[in-house]
């Protein structure tokens, strides 16, 4: 038990630090604080919250409900599928 809670933890610390590379990569390409999918500007109090966020609240949203639906595979990405 206390070995899966250890994997889970330390793939959840993975991803995050992924997302924190990916954003630092957008900072250097000037494209930080665009929203990935729609490319509008993703609001300064989400990025203060979240400052490694890709997508806007909406794009975000939209990714939670497809993937619930079942028509995302949990690893697969909003831009992927669209």
Known sequence: ???????????????????VEQALDRIE?????????CEEE?????????PWVALCLHCQEELERRRAAGELEEEETFLSAA
């Open 1 to 19: 038990m206390s070995r899966e809670l250890a994997i889970r933890h330390l793939d959840r610390q993975t991803a995050l630090l992924r997302s």
């Open 29 to 37: 390409a000037d494209a930080f604080g665009i929203c990935l999918c």
């Open 42 to 50: 993703i609001p300064e109090k989400r990025l203060n919250a979240v």
